[in-house]
Structures are given as C-alpha cells and as structure tokens.
DNA sequence: TAAGATTTGTTCGTATGTATC
DNA sequence: GGATACATACGAACAAATCTT
C-alpha cells in the first residue's frame, strides 16, 4: 500500500566518521565558493574554530582530501593548504585501484583502443601544428632502427605506447584523451613490470612503424579516412600481436 | 654526448609526510601479502608498534587509504581494519573530481560514445541471455509512453541511460563497461542537478525508443553488423540532439 | 536486558620540523 | 642567524560502537 515507488530504499544511513563529514563539507564549501586550483583553505587553526573539532580530527580531514588529489599543503610561513587540481597521474592511479580488483585482460584493453584510436585519429586530420607533427616524429626517432634486444625492444614499445598517448592529448577532448592515456599507462606499466613484449620482431618493427608514418602523413594532408583506416589497421595488427602474450590480468597497485 | 636519453630526470625528491609514507607500506604490504578483499588488516595497536609512530599517524595512513576505498574500517569486537574493494561509484567519483578541473563539453562525451557503443553493441549480439534481453526489455518500460511534462521526460532520459549502462556490463569488458557507465552517470548528472532535457519531444521519443526496439531484436538473433549500424544511428541522433544543448561545461564535485 | 570486553574514534596539550622574512 | 608562521607529530586519556555472555 505504499503509495510511491520507492527508488531510494537507503536500508543505512551509514554514520560516517568526522573526519568524512568534514571533508565533504570541505569540499562542498569549495564548489560554493567557486575556488580555483591555488586558492588558499582555511588553516588548521581557523578549521577547528570553524567546525569546533580537534585538531587531530581535522588534520584526518585534510588528508582524505590529500588522497583525492583535491588539496595540497605546505609547511612554513605562507604555507597552508590549497586547492589542488587533480593530476592526470594521480587519477590514473586512482582508476588504476579499481581495475586492480576487475578481471582485465590485455584483450579488452585492444578491445576498446581499437573502438576508440581510429575515431581519434580521424578527428584530428588537418588539425595538428607543424611543431605537434614534428613531435611525433621525434617521438618515432626511438624506434627508427629495429630493436637489438629485449630490453631494447620494451623501450621502443614504451615509446610507441607514448605516441599514441601525445597523439591524443593533441585534440581537445580530454575525456577521450584520458582514456586513451589511460589504457597506454597501463601497457607501459605492464612492458616494463611484467617484461611483456621480449622478443623482437623485425617484420612487426617495420610494419608497425610504416603504420605510423602513413599515419603522420595522413594527419599532415588532412585525409580524415586514411587516418582512421591506418590507424584500425595498425591496432588490428598490435591487437593480433597481443593474442599471442597470454590474457595477463592486472594485478598491482599503482604508487601514488 | 649524452649516451642515453634521461628518462626520469626525478629532480625533486618531495619528502612525503609520514602517514602517506605509512600508507603507501602498507599498499605494498596488501599487495605482496596477496590480500583480498575481506581480509584482515593489522590493528591500530599492531601498526603502532610496528611502524613506531604515533597513533594519528597511522590513523591519518588509513585515512587516506579509505579516501582511496582500499580499506574499510569498523568499531567494536571483531572490527578493524579490512581490504575493501574499490566501489565502481567511488571509482566513478574520483575520477569525476579529475574532470571537475578539464573542460569536459557534452559533445566530448558523445565523441566518445559514438566511438564505443557500436562496438559494445556488436560484440554482444546472440551473446545475451534471455534474462538479460528481459531485463533490457523492463528498462525500456519507463519510457513506453511519451513523457508528458519536463520531469517526466528527465527521468525517461536517466531511464535510458541505464539502459546502454546496464547493457555495457552485460558483456565481459570490465574497461569498456566502467567507460560507458562513467559516461552514463554523468549525462545522468547533468540530467537531474542541471535540469537537461526539459523539452518532451514526441518524435525524438519514438525515434529513440525504435532504435533501442531494433537493438534488442538485433542482438537477439545474433546480427552484430546491424546491432552496431543501429546502436551508431541511436548516437548520431542523440549528438545531433545535444547540439542544442549548450556545451555546459561539468562543473562539481561528486559526493562521495 | 544488561554488563563487560574489544576495537576504532576523538580530544587536548605539548613538542618538533620546515620554510619565509 | 634569529624570529615568525605554519603544518607535522607524539602520547595519554576518554568516548563511542558493537560483539559476546
């Protein structure tokens, strides 16, 4: 007999810690006041007035905040703390956290590349400064000879993974650029802790690398469907590669 | 002259405080341990003397821990500290504290999703059990009808929206999942705290409620080429559609 | 229901470290 | 180098939550 659906049964209201509650009061004072990245926060000092708490249960405050990323402080006169912008690493360590939990395979990682780097490759066709073409290039300097060994080898993969990752901090889509970033980290991270990668393959050197001159060249010309083409065609060939390491799942914290 | 390129330069070593030093040992110790979600950590007393540092201290350490949902805590006999697995919502939260600073636009995220969503769709076709397509089918029931007035019509909007998340977590790509649910949740946001879609629009319903019936249909006889040909036309409308939207920029905090 | 045990949660006073002037 | 301003750290006591008996 309940007259409405109930959508938001909420069994518990959890009774979270001080320090939580004010952290989030914190937070949403933030937002409200519409600071910005360097502004100043309160001091410690004012914050027990304010809230009329400890300093312990303060301090316990600030470093949740700290853990998001969300503040920083600094010791000394002028010190305090503030409002922090969230780094890319530190929210690629932050995601990573939760992916150390989930059953990701190297697979799915290809999986989603391969939906979303020709899409960006395409975008951004007649769009790239000279100085931005020029940095990729300098980028495939790494690999312009065939590795000679296998830590060579996962040095110039390491590279590569970091082209694609430039590539796509050249558009102006940062939700896109995040996640391509992401995925890349995470191969890079994988390359060098799991020593994936080993063996060297001259025929897979040079095609992978003729993918991406075709590429560059296909951006400097403006040809949108070349970019795409090449670029699909290139991730079918990392992907196709990939099927070969076994389905290595991701198993590590990344460091803060 | 240099024989090899400095790769991590590291030209400041930043001294991090002592609780972020405490929680990163005991990250390291979680990990080398094999712990699980569920098991025990050691208890404040334990990593006082083990540590030698002062009860705030290790409480500060697994503050941060917590802010980052590695760990979960409770009083009383029988608690204490346990691994705690991260939440996809804190997941989502955090990342969203990393876009609060980026200058994410609507048409940003349908990029994205134009790119991903397809190929979820295709990858899925003939792979669904009849409980899912069910599922998917009663999803579907909160927008049967046009929506008559404006609240009505956000929430057939957040309707639909859980219905590509829902969807997404049907298949086996925990990645592609997480980004198509982050996607979901904040155009679900932006749905609800900015008031978006205020206007019903009869033949935008019918037409998107179409696509979603052909999608079904699609993936339950197994035709992944038309489930991604019908899933691109689904976003192509929906972009078109958010063109009128202004390009509002995310601008808060998620609650934690 | 109530009492006791166990474990985290919170406070306060004091002392130390660090960066700026 | 000394004074100042700020976060950082310690330790002991007390409070609250929750399980067991």
């Known amino acids: 007999m309940t007259p409405e659906k109930i959508t938001d049964p909420a069994p518990k209201p959890p009774r979270r810690s001080r320090p939580v509650?004010?952290?989030?009061?914190?937070?949403?004072?933030?937002?409200?006041?519409?600071?910005?990245?360097?502004?100043?926060?309160?001091?410690e000092a004012e914050l027990i007035d304010r809230f009329q708490m400890s300093k312990g249960t303060i301090r316990e405050a600030m470093r949740i905040l700290q853990a998001q990323g969300l503040v920083e402080t600094k010791t000394g006169p002028g010190g305090?703390?503030?409002?922090?912008?969230?780094s890319r690493d530190r929210a690629h360590a932050l995601l990573a956290n939760y992916f150390y939990f989930q059953n990701i395979t190297i697979a799915d990682i290809y999986a989603v590349r391969q939906a979303l780097e020709p899409a960006m490759a395409a975008s951004l066709a007649g769009r790239l400064t000279d100085a931005q073409l020029a940095e990729l290039e300098a980028i495939m300097e790494h690999y312009a000879a065939p590795a000679k060994d296998a830590r060579e080898e996962r040095l110039q993969h390491v590279a590569s993974l970091r082209f694609h990752a430039r590539l796509s901090d050249f558009g102006e889509n940062a939700l896109l650029s995040f996640f391509i970033g992401f995925m890349a980290q995470i191969l890079t991270d994988l390359t060098v802790y799991?020593?994936?990668?080993?063996a060297p393959n001259h025929d897979l050197w040079k095609r992978g690398r003729d993918h991406q001159l075709d590429l560059i060249a296909a951006l400097r010309s403006g040809d949108a469907d070349s970019a795409r083409r090449i670029m699909a065609s290139h991730m079918e060939m990392a992907a196709a590669l990939m099927e070969d390491q076994q389905a290595e799942v991701l198993k590590r914290f990344i460091a803060e």
Chains 1, 2 share one sequence.
């Open 194 to 198: 799991k020593r994936l990668y080993a």
């Open 21 to 43: 509650r004010v952290a989030e009061a914190i937070k949403d004072w933030v937002v409200e006041q519409g600071l910005t990245p360097g502004d100043r926060l309160p001091g």
């Open 80 to 86: 305090g703390s503030f409002v922090g912008k969230v």
